[in-house]
């Protein structure tokens, strides 16, 4: 059997301007001494990582080497989570997230969505050339202001909106077969890949490309109210990066999933540290491993509660105490008694 590699920890709720934030030795420095084995790196924060010059130089790409492996870490995926945004926007959104952008095509929207695919594209040849196998990203979204249907959604929308969102990331999708890299979407609100079935109306409209797959985390599900533990079920072989974040979710008499436009602490449905939601990543870290995830665990902090560097001093030892070691033979294989077809025909009653 395979085994869960970790702990890793998201570097993008972390950066700052203050050390040891604010530069990618000291902050490799900063989770390595809290534990961690290896991090997930923000591609559009420049303080940790230049991904055009990534993409230009493999001299560049072998010192961000160095530096992580001098730190006693190594990279287990990049992360163009707010370039991928951007892939697909809705007029509705744009002022919203033009920010996400560099600011040469902030307020053109066409320019913007050119600037995103080439960024994503970009990571592909980065992954490769930093040896990984997997990369994290967002779906961006034409159809989330539809989510409810009021109005009526017309007929054809969706389908149609499905079939542009495939437009826009095939050729991304095709740059990552042949960097031999796994592009994973983060299923997450906001984005029209959100939950299993959008998954599955994305992969039906790339033909089931072997590269659209899935970065789990079992947070968003929970804020959604979506079995997190069938899902792994269900769609295990495409699930091919992890995000370990917790949450929880407490209805009451004034708002529910919605939220009421609420502030974090105020929601009904709130991210939390690990080890203070409701999620049950004992059976999370079972599943995943006896489905063969040999991927990371990567800590993705965020709590309304709890202070970052807290939740990270406590996110390394959490998520080393689910790891799983795998047996090297069965647990009944002192009973075993040998492979004997005489033997066998002869309790088949044959």
Request: net charge negative; charged share 25%; glycine share 8%.
């Amino acid at each position: 059997m395979t085994q869960i590699k970790g702990p890793g920890i998201f570097l993008a709720q972390f950066c700052s301007d203050e050390a040891p934030f604010n530069d990618l030795k000291t902050i490799c420095e900063w989770a390595a001494s809290l534990g961690y084995k290896a991090v997930q790196i923000p591609t559009w924060d420049k303080r940790l990582f230049d991904l055009e010059k990534a993409y230009e130089s493999e001299h560049y790409c072998n010192e961000v080497h160095a530096i992580v492996k001098q730190a006693g870490l190594t990279i287990s995926e990049l992360s163009t989570h707010l370039q991928g945004q951007l892939v697909a926007v809705h007029p509705a959104y744009d002022a919203q997230f033009d920010s996400f952008a560099v600011e040469e095509v902030r307020h053109d929207p066409k320019a913007r969505t050119e600037w995103a695919i080439k960024q994503v594209t970009m990571a592909a040849k980065v992954s490769q050339r930093l040896g990984l196998t997997a990369h994290a990203t967002f779906s961006g979204a034409l159809l989330w202001q539809t989510v409810y249907p009021w109005p009526q959604r017309p007929a054809g929308l969706v389908e149609d909106g499905f079939a542009e969102l495939a437009n826009r990331w095939l050729p991304i999708l095709d740059a990552y077969e042949e960097a031999g890299v796994d592009l994973c979407f983060e299923l997450h609100p906001g984005e029209d890949l959100h939950d299993g079935v959008t998954f599955e109306r994305f992969l039906a409209a790339t033909n089931n490309h072997p590269r659209a797959n899935i970065l789990y985390d079992p947070s968003h599900f929970v804020l959604q109210q979506l079995d997190y533990l069938a899902f792994i079920d269900i769609y295990h072989e495409r699930i091919k990066a992890f995000h370990v974040k917790d949450a929880e979710f407490r209805p009451n008499g004034r708002s529910g999933v919605y939220g009421g436009y609420q502030n974090w602490q105020e929601r009904p449905g709130r991210f939390r540290s690990l080890g203070d939601g409701e999620i049950d990543f004992a059976q999370i870290f079972s599943k995943l491993t006896q489905y063969g995830f040999h991927g990371w665990a990567v800590l993705e902090w965020e709590c309304c509660l709890k202070h970052p560097v807290d939740g990270a001093r406590e996110g390394a030892p959490f998520i080393e105490k689910h790891l799983i070691r795998t047996p090297e033979h069965a647990f009944d294989d002192f009973a075993a008694s040998g492979q004997d077809e005489t033997l066998n025909r002869k309790i088949l009653g044959l």
